[in-house]
């Protein structure tokens, strides 16, 4: 518990991920007319997915305006947390992002859409039941390795 | 319809699903009311532990096939770990997972109140060699061992404080 006070608003990334979710949304809405206007709107979310996973989710413009606009409207956090699994998470959504950008603009558009699906799965978990999907894939993916026994 | 607004629709379902699912799941506490009605009721089970080489007998059926307890293997990662004189809670976490952490304040409370409870809780990440011997998923997951160091019950999931209470082997005092 020492460790709380230092901690985020946990309805911060679960903005974000609100955010996000809406984003990938709108790309795959577009994505069947037009792909190329899906590509631009997928890279826009890599790069707020960039800044997540390498300065902080407090420090992405969703993060930001979290704190400025929402926060202040809503009661006191009932307790905080860690800021580093939603950061991880971020880094794995980058990864999403970035697969989809590049189907998108590269006419893999079936794959681009796959991608932006499985972003909106880890993005609506987090939104709503606030369960982060990629560090429970952490494990998981921990344990693949392979075994020295 | 097209297979943008096709996958969409799709991707809510399997994560409203998912969510719900995962909703009911975590924190319960599985295989418990089974294995207790056979401590309680079988007096042989209660000789068994009671005596020295206890540590070799298996409650029930055991679900753990190669360690001759849940404990050994823990010990066997962790060897400054001490078992509870009642039960142990031991609790998988890693770097990231938020609910560890709430698992964690209510699993040391726990250990707190009552006596002869301990709480050990283990980092997944490190002790990869214990969490595929003792096929843990996710983090947290909270194993209960009973006196003698084998496992009752677990949950995936963080717990609730009364889920933990009702999980701990025969409530000797009050």
């Known amino acids: 518990m020492s460790d709380a006070t230092t901690g985020i608003d946990p309805r911060g990334p679960r903005f974000t991920a609100a955010v996000t979710f809406v984003v990938f949304a709108v790309a795959l809405l577009l994505s069947d007319a037009e792909p190329a206007i899906a590509a631009v709107v997928t890279g826009v979310q890599a790069v707020l997915f960039a800044i997540g996973a390498g300065l902080g989710v407090q420090k992405t413009p969703t993060g930001l305006f979290f704190r400025a606009v929402v926060r202040p409207r809503l009661t006191p956090p009932d307790h905080l947390e860690d800021p580093a699994p939603p950061r991880f998470a971020q880094a794995v959504g980058l990864v999403f992002a970035v697969v989809a950008t590049v189907g998108f603009a590269t006419g893999a558009v079936l794959l681009g859409q796959v991608f932006a699906g499985l972003a909106i799965v880890a993005a609506f978990l987090n939104a709503v039941f606030a369960f982060c999907l990629g560090c429970e894939m952490y494990l998981l993916g921990l344990r693949l390795r392979p075994a020295r026994a | ?174």
Do not use: K
Not at chain 2, 121 to 127: F, G, K, Q, R, S
């Open chain 2, 1 to 174: 319809m097209n297979p943008g607004l096709v996958i969409l629709v799709l991707a809510v379902v399997v994560a409203a699903g998912f969510g719900l699912y995962r909703r009911r799941v975590d924190g319960v506490f599985t295989t418990a009311p089974v294995v207790e009605e056979v401590a309680q009721r079988s007096p042989v089970v209660e000789e068994a532990i009671g005596r020295p080489d206890a540590g070799t007998f298996h409650v029930g059926a055991s679900r753990d096939p190669a360690p001759a307890t849940t404990w050994s293997a823990v010990t066997a990662s962790l060897p400054d770990a001490e078992l509870g004189e009642r039960a142990t809670l031991v609790q998988f976490s890693s770097a990231f997972c938020a609910p560890c952490r709430t698992t964690r304040v209510v699993l040391a409370d726990v250990a707190e109140q009552y006596d002869g409870v301990a709480h050990v809780e283990i980092d997944a990440e490190e002790h990869l060699e214990l969490v595929r011997e003792l096929d843990v998923r996710r983090t947290p997951t909270t194993l209960v061992l009973d006196r003698t160091g084998h496992e009752i019950t677990r949950a995936a999931g963080a717990p609730r404080r009364e889920q933990v209470l009702a999980a701990l082997p025969l409530h000797q005092e009050s």
